[in-house]
Antibody, heavy 120, light 110 residues
């Protein structure tokens, strides 16, 4: 069965960076795109970007351009999302979420989420 | 890329139907048959309920159905049950490797 297991909760100070990991299992890692989505407390879902684990190509939404970096390690079937220059508004649950086979047109499976708290 | 527009809330009695709309533009909802719907219970990760406008993943009850007309997609939940009370989000592919979610709708079973 498909499983996406994310790293644990983080507390960061404003201006710092955070790196969240997502280890995939139960399917061929390189065939499916991986999205990153965040949800601020009491708010809706916000798409951050996507990575193609096959070649490592990425696409980020304009809001996070220059602050987010998505990478992958095919040897461990793990994707990473690093967000820099953190501010209080970045406090949210961050989800990795698997796309469809060879395409990014939907989200089929979700990780359990990682709470990132930004506070001085 | 602006979020797709959904009504903040919707409600119905058990056994009734509720329909949620998701309005975008010709650059997202109207331009592609790649609208999906997700159900999210409090404190849980979302769950895919509908993909490619009207297709149901294995295990999703046929009480859930999707459709699209122009720039607006819709999710209908028929035969409402208590466990259907949740937040629902739509999403759409928006071209050029972009993706967008809706603003979310809280469904209440009266």
């Amino acid at each position: 069965q498909v499983q996406l297991v994310q790293s644990g909760a983080e507390v960061k100070k404003p201006g710092a960076s955070v790196k969240v990991s997502c280890k995939a299992s139960g399917y061929t890692f390189t065939i499916y795109y991986m999205h990153w989505v965040r949800q601020a407390p009491g708010q809706g879902l916000e798409w951050m970007g996507v990575i193609n684990p096959s070649g490592g190509s990425t696409s980020y939404t304009q809001k996070f351009q220059g602050r987010v970096t998505m990478t992958r390690d095919t040897s461990t079937s793990t994707v990473y999302m690093e967000l820099s220059s953190l501010r209080s508004e970045d406090t949210a649950v961050y989800y990795c979420a698997r796309g469809g086979r060879g395409k990014m047109t939907t989200v089929e499976y979700w990780g359990q989420g990682t709470l990132v708290t930004v506070s001085s | 890329q602006s979020a797709l527009t959904q009504p903040p809330s919707a409600s119905g009695s058990p056994g009734q139907s509720v329909t949620i709309s998701c309005t975008g533009t010709s650059s997202d909802v109207g331009g592609y048959n790649y609208v999906s719907w997700y159900q999210q219970h409090p404190g849980k990760a979302p769950k895919l309920m509908i993909f490619e406008v009207s297709k149901r993943p294995s295990g999703v009850p046929d009480r859930f159905s999707g459709s699209k007309s122009g720039n607006t997609a819709s999710l209908t939940v028929s035969g409402l049950q208590a466990e259907d009370e949740a937040d629902y989000y739509c999403s759409s592919y928006a071209g050029s490797n972009n993706f967008v979610f809706g603003t979310g709708t809280k469904v209440t079973v009266l």
